[in-house]
């Protein structure tokens, strides 16, 4: 019987993948020393998550350390490490993992270029500290030539016309055509680049990538750091794959990829979801889509008529607190 030849081909035939099922520590000592351009990744939080058992966070950044001790190992001397962490909370007190793992890069001899703000605008409620609306990536090279290419990743001027006004240039254009450098808080809303803030939605419930998994990253945030810190046909490891976000983040922009993870049902999500994208058929958040913001004009947005009431009665002092 002749095989169905799938209707689209996303990922190019050049480009090699791989989803490989087990414990990264042992993988990992499988591969050459300098083979990965870009290592990006979110690592075991140690916060109790389904795949995962609470220990201390001394004990947790040791086993972390081995791990980092190979992920420098394998990777190229042009390369770069992307390690995108949020908090440990611990009865109720906060530990800020990227300070913690700041050291023990530094410790292996990587140097940091960006902590970058992964900036997003819905999570849980906290009712004891302020709400938490942000995540970090700590973005380490090897060496200090290390590949960058802001031209990938530039974002439109806020004034492309502006000149400069005085000196030998006078009168030129100041910017550059391509746009501006994204800066170091991320954001993807056209309306907040004046803020300054790179404004990628989390992968909640509502989000067109949603799977099972817990703590997904957003392809979106994976494409920007493909596209800036490698080369096409480079090689991107993510050794905590969860269920393939930097795979097919890499594989959709032709670099090659291998992603390792320990739970073989989020392996296979991942090879569903590579499926899903050569076929043209995964659901994808387009990198730089500016993000929805309420036009007043929606219920959810408007002021429900109970706290109306409640305002009315505080100005009137009809709840007796004058
Ligand atoms: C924070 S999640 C990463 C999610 C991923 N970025 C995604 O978009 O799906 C961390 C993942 O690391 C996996 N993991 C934890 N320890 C591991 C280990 N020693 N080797 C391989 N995978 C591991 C967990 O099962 C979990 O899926």
Same mark, same amino acid.
């Given at each position: 019987m002749k095989v169905k030849e799938p209707?689209?081909?996303?990922?190019?035939? !050049?480009t090699e993948y791989q989803i490989i099922n087990g414990d990264c520590m042992t993988v990992l000592a499988k591969f050459p020393e300098g083979k990965f351009d870009l290592i990006i990744t979110s690592p075991?939080? !140690?916060?109790?998550? &389904?795949?995962e058992t609470k220990t201390s966070i001394e004990k947790y950044l040791e086993t972390q350390e081995q791990i980092i001790a190979e992920l420098v190992r394998v990777l190229s001397d042009r390369g770069n490490l992307c390690w995108q962490v949020g908090n440990y909370v611990d009865k109720g007190e906060v530990f800020p993992l990227d300070i913690f793992y700041y050291q023990i890069f530094k410790k292996h001899g990587l140097k940091l270029r960006n902590r970058i703000i992964w900036h997003f605008g819905h999570g849980l409620h906290a009712s004891k500290r302020f709400s938490g609306r942000y995540e970090t990536i700590l973005w380490f090279s090897k060496t200090d030539d290390y590949i960058f290419n802001l031209d990938n990743v530039r974002i439109p001027s806020k004034?492309?016309?502006?000149? %400069?006004?005085?000196?030998?240039?006078? *009168? /030129?254009? &100041?910017? !550059?055509p391509l746009g501006k450098n994204p800066s170091d808080?991320? /954001? @993807?809303i056209e309306n907040d680049w004046e803020n300054l803030m790179w404004d990628i939605p989390n992968v909640? &419930? !509502? %989000?067109? /990538?949603?799977? /099972?998994?817990p703590c997904q990253f957003p392809i979106e945030l994976v494409e920007r750091c493909v596209l800036a810190l490698t080369d096409e046909n480079s090689w991107v490891l993510d050794?905590?794959?969860? @269920? *393939?976000s930097s795979i097919i983040g890499a594989i959709k922009n032709n670099r090659n990829a291998i992603g390792i993870e320990k739970e073989n049902e989020y392996c296979k999500i991942a090879k569903q979801r590579i499926n899903d994208l050569k076929e043209g058929r995964l659901k994808i958040r387009p990198i730089n889509k500016p993000i929805h913001k309420p036009t007043g004009r929606d219920k959810v947005s408007q002021v429900p008529h109970e706290w109306v009431q409640l305002e009315i009665s505080n100005a009137n002092g009809s709840n007796g607190h004058k």
């Amino acid at each position: 019987m002749k095989v169905k030849e799938p209707l689209f081909d996303y990922i190019s035939p !050049n480009t090699e993948y791989q989803i490989i099922n087990g414990d990264c520590m042992t993988v990992l000592a499988k591969f050459p020393e300098g083979k990965f351009d870009l290592i990006i990744t979110s690592p075991p939080y !140690n916060i109790g998550k &389904s795949y995962e058992t609470k220990t201390s966070i001394e004990k947790y950044l040791e086993t972390q350390e081995q791990i980092i001790a190979e992920l420098v190992r394998v990777l190229s001397d042009r390369g770069n490490l992307c390690w995108q962490v949020g908090n440990y909370v611990d009865k109720g007190e906060v530990f800020p993992l990227d300070i913690f793992y700041y050291q023990i890069f530094k410790k292996h001899g990587l140097k940091l270029r960006n902590r970058i703000i992964w900036h997003f605008g819905h999570g849980l409620h906290a009712s004891k500290r302020f709400s938490g609306r942000y995540e970090t990536i700590l973005w380490f090279s090897k060496t200090d030539d290390y590949i960058f290419n802001l031209d990938n990743v530039r974002i439109p001027s806020k004034y492309p016309g502006k000149r %400069h006004f005085k000196g030998a240039k006078k *009168g /030129e254009l &100041s910017g !550059n055509p391509l746009g501006k450098n994204p800066s170091d808080i991320w /954001e @993807v809303i056209e309306n907040d680049w004046e803020n300054l803030m790179w404004d990628i939605p989390n992968v909640k &419930s !509502n %989000h067109p /990538e949603k799977t /099972e998994h817990p703590c997904q990253f957003p392809i979106e945030l994976v494409e920007r750091c493909v596209l800036a810190l490698t080369d096409e046909n480079s090689w991107v490891l993510d050794p905590f794959a969860g @269920v *393939g976000s930097s795979i097919i983040g890499a594989i959709k922009n032709n670099r090659n990829a291998i992603g390792i993870e320990k739970e073989n049902e989020y392996c296979k999500i991942a090879k569903q979801r590579i499926n899903d994208l050569k076929e043209g058929r995964l659901k994808i958040r387009p990198i730089n889509k500016p993000i929805h913001k309420p036009t007043g004009r929606d219920k959810v947005s408007q002021v429900p008529h109970e706290w109306v009431q409640l305002e009315i009665s505080n100005a009137n002092g009809s709840n007796g607190h004058k």
